[in-house]
């Protein structure tokens, strides 16, 4: 290991003397949002890019492992959608004073849980909205607003996000779904680090399959 130190996933300031980047895991507080082992983001406070999430809807957020989440990210949560099938869409009952029960369930857009893969790259200022479910591998790029599902190992970005590419063939996609890396224990993704690094994707491809 680098200095004689072993990679912590408890940690919460994983680079020594700066503050502005935390793994999000150890700082959880909801137990709506499950944060994978060395996800971090470019911020000292992860939950206040969380919006609009509020216990009594039940949606959850859902990140995987080794996420790369830059400052400015904000997932919007259900929370943020009002009634739309009456004639207003004023939500009364979230205000004091209004005489109005909150709606049933039924009668709210709520669009599931917002599931993020396992080494996903979210660009800066990228808004996530409600239950959007991003594949292992996916880039988002910054400024993007994402409102639909995005594929594994694939690169979107735009407001509506569109899909700008597959990063890799189909094969090579394939390898990795099935590797998962990120399940790995920290030796063993340690000595994995070349193959993963490796911009010669071929060889990368063989490795994979050797190991397979």
Not at 119 to 136: E, Y
Not at 153 to 169: C, M, Q
Request: glycine share 8%; hydrophobic share 40%; proline share 6%.
């Amino acid at each position: 290991m680098k200095n004689t130190k072993v990679p912590d996933p408890g940690v919460v300031h994983p680079v020594a003397g700066y503050d502005r980047e935390i793994y999000v895991k150890p700082t959880i507080t909801s137990p709506n949002i499950i944060v994978g082992e060395f996800t971090y983001i470019a911020d000292s406070d992860f939950e206040s890019h969380v919006t609009h999430h509020y216990e009594w809807l039940g949606d959850r957020l859902i990140i995987g492992k080794f996420c790369q989440i830059a400052a400015g990210t904000e997932f919007v949560m259900n929370g943020a959608n009002h009634q739309m099938n009456a004639v207003s869409t004023f939500p009364f009952y979230t205000l004091e004073g209004w005489n109005m029960t909150p709606p049933e369930h039924a009668d709210l857009p709520i669009k599931g849980d917002t599931v993020i893969g396992n080494d996903v790259w979210i660009g800066q200022n990228a808004v996530i909205l409600p239950g959007v479910k991003i594949g292992d591998g996916a880039i988002i790029g910054a400024n993007s607003v994402v409102g639909h599902d995005i594929s594994p190992y694939t690169i979107a970005a735009g407001n509506p996000a569109r899909v700008i590419r597959k990063r890799f063939d189909e094969e090579l996609t394939d390898l990795l779904l099935r590797f998962r890396w990120w399940d790995k224990s920290i030796e063993e993704i340690d000595r994995l680090i070349p193959l993963l690094t490796c911009s010669d994707l071929e060889k990368v491809k063989k490795e994979l399959k050797a190991r397979l």
